[in-house]
């Protein structure tokens, strides 16, 4: 059963380490190799009418937009105020109520991005965040849509409401893999594998996906990333991400 703090099996690191190990990348402390999976606009893979696959993008866009964020565009770590106080909690709970942890500069509050080249037609953006800690799988963190055409990025610290009327007048965001609304930011276990005499950390990744729609999207606060892949396939008049790392700790909670 999957928990709310993504974990790699020990197949999974040999599957990660054995496909990713050409994207490695420095860390304090030791060598890195790239989880992560991809900028791919589809967050999910395989047919939806497999039995257990999810909705999957089947529109082909350009990717026109540059996604950029003030707090780790240049260093692609994602800095600790973004990602969780401890262990992830559990389903329905906030992670404010799961904080007794000693990491009190993690504020698990959402990071700012910006972006440009949004095309001109886009009646609405949408953003969904999202990672993949095990290939085929990808944890859903954040999901929103409905943001004015108008909107150059998103500011720090989103509030975790299914409305957000300061954005936008029909802006909504979405249920997390976490069970919660809004963002759920990193929150990953540490992972090592060995390579010849070199212990070699995973670096996971994490990427925010934005998406210039040629609709207002007729979905409620609260929806699912199924029901708003769903909903954009087919509108989609341009796209753009950014990536973002983190490492897990030795100690979560």
Request: no cysteine; glycine share 18%; proline share 6%.
């Given at each position: 059963m999957r928990i709310g703090r993504s974990i790699v099996t020990p197949l999974g690191i040999v599957l990660l380490f054995a496909t990713l190990l050409a994207a490695c990348s420095s860390d304090d402390g030791g060598e890195s190799v790239d989880a992560g999976g991809g900028a791919a606009p589809a967050a999910s893979s395989?047919?939806?009418?497999?039995?257990?696959?999810?909705?999957?993008l089947k529109q082909t866009f350009d990717m026109g937009v540059e996604v950029t964020s003030p707090v780790f565009s240049r260093i692609r770590r994602i800095p600790k105020t973004y990602v969780c106080q401890g262990g992830a909690p559990k389903p329905g709970q906030s992670f404010e109520q799961n904080a007794g942890s000693k990491y009190s500069d993690r504020k698990n509050i959402s990071p700012p991005l910006e972006w440009t080249g949004i095309p001109a037609g886009t009646q609405s953006i949408a953003m969904l965040m999202d990672s993949d800690q095990i290939p085929g799988d990808r944890w859903l963190h954040w999901l929103i849509w409905n943001l004015p055409p108008d909107t150059a990025g998103l500011p720090e610290r989103v509030a975790t409401t299914?409305?957000?009327?300061?954005?936008g007048p029909e802006t909504r965001q979405g249920i997390n893999d976490n069970k919660l609304i809004g963002y759920s930011g990193p929150c990953p276990v540490p992972t090592t594998v060995q390579y010849s005499q070199t212990k070699v950390k995973i670096v996971f990744e994490y990427v925010f996906n934005v998406y210039a729609l040629d609709t207002i999207l007729d979905l409620p606060g609260g929806a699912t990333k199924d029901e708003f892949l769903q909903a954009i396939d087919g509108h989609i008049l341009s796209g753009g991400v950014i990536k973002g790392e983190f490492v897990g700790s030795k100690q979560m909670n």
């Open positions: 395989g047919d939806p009418a497999d039995e257990g696959a999810g909705a999957v299914t409305d957000l009327a300061a954005l």
